[in-house]
């Protein structure tokens, strides 16, 4: 287990964007929580500090959180690759899919507590009594206890889940409830993923982070910039792009993309249908590269984008769905691998990485979050909040943010590769709804989705918490 370090966000950027009411109403929040914890520290616990939702979330939050006044830190655990494998085979079921055919029987139950001890005595190391310990998701579960043991409040925050449980997330909460079912509190991102028995639960949507390198402005110039630099686009000289964030150092982009595609890369005047996901079956990749293919709207481009496959340490399956997309793409005739192309985005610098991934976004003519199950899908709402027209399947958190022809379309079968394709269609040839609904998106997470709103929940969670332990 080891520390991640991060710095404290300036609060200049954030005023800048929320205006000076909303980041006045945060701070007054979070002197409350201060005085409530009295000096005591609120830790946060998952599995990587690299790729990922949870990973994502935590850069943006906690160097804001403690730069209102909240002593926020942050640990990894540590695991072999047969725990890691566990925890992804659990994570799958608690989607509701299978995932792969090994069990989560006794054997996997011995090796995920044993590795969960190794990582408890080293928790012991950092949290004290009365401190507040928040486990994310099923890698660190077994944590839970273990902080409670040493006297702290134990929440533990659920990113995943499935609408309609199943018998895949039946088996998943089989292994997993044991660990978490003596939480003090439990925490969702949407009601429908809120099991009866969790103790406590509340409900708290995650957010994006409007001054970090992801969803940063971009001028047209450095989107196509960044986009040539990198080989995504066409027409580059190699020529490394340097841009300035409001928040942190200035970020140089110099690493190529890893492409699949037939030909050379797309030119910038081509429509761009986008998504940037996981390589997971969940995301669905191989469906939306049917159903944008099925939309066949001349002279159209796919883009599918996802992390390097060697870049995110607790995701042992990446690489073979990504091979599994290439197989796809590779049996399709010439003239449709012409119009489409699978990308890789390295990791060795996640700044530049996230520079990428809003440039990407920014020149989407059309994004698509076409998940077969989603716990929240943050990759739509940062899509979101660059204006772009999404399309997106009715589940999970992908149903609470899209407000269908308002701030995008809702695919109500995300198995429809016709209704997909048609949604898709329907988005490139006709530029003034696109344009409507790119303008609805951007509303929505201004409203309802940006980080004082999330740490405003998290401040009233934490309070109460902290408040019931003193009682």
Known sequence: MREVDFGTAPLTPYRDVL??????????????????????????????????GVAELLHALLPLARAVGIDARWLVIDGDPEFFAIAKRLCTRLYGAPGDPEPLGSEQLRHYRKVTELN???????????????????????????????????????HIGRDVPNEHTRDGWAFLRRFVEHADATVFLTEQHRPDWAPRPHIIP?????????NMELTEREVLDVLRCTGVLGGGDGEPVTVRPPVGERIEVRRQVTAVREGPP??????????????????????VLHAFL?????????????????GVADDPDAARFFDDCCRRWAALPEEDRRRVQLLCLPMEDLRENAVVVNAVQRHATVVVQKSLAEGFGLTATEAMWKGRPLVASGVGGLRDQVVDGESGLLLGDPHDLGAAAGLIRRLLTDPELARRLG?????????????????????????????????
């Open 19 to 52: 205006g000076a009411e909303r980041l006045d109403r945060l701070r007054e929040a979070a002197e409350h929580v201060a005085v409530a914890l009295h000096g005591r520290r609120v830790w946060n616990v998952n599995s990587t500090s690299a790729g990922g």
């Open 120 to 158: 408890g005595t080293a928790l012991a190391e950092w949290v004290r009594p009365g401190d507040v310990v928040v486990v994310h998701e099923a890698q660190p579960a077994g944590l839970v206890d273990v902080a409670r043991r040493l006297g702290a409040t134990a929440v533990w925050r659920r």
């Open 206 to 214: 995650p957010s994006i982070d409007p001054c970090a390198p992801k």
């Open 294 to 310: 099925a939309a066949d709207v001349p002279g159209s481009y796919l883009t599918l984008a996802g992390a390097d496959v060697e």
């Open 439 to 471: 303008e609805g998106a951007r509303r929505r997470v201004d409203e309802h989705y940006l980080p004082d709103r999330h740490l405003l929940d998290w401040a009233n969670l934490i309070g109460s918490a902290v408040a019931m332990e003193v009682v």
């Open 266 to 287: 797309p030119p910038a005047t081509v429509p761009m249908v986008v998504q940037v996901s996981r390589w997971d079956e969940l995301k669905d990749m191989e469906g």
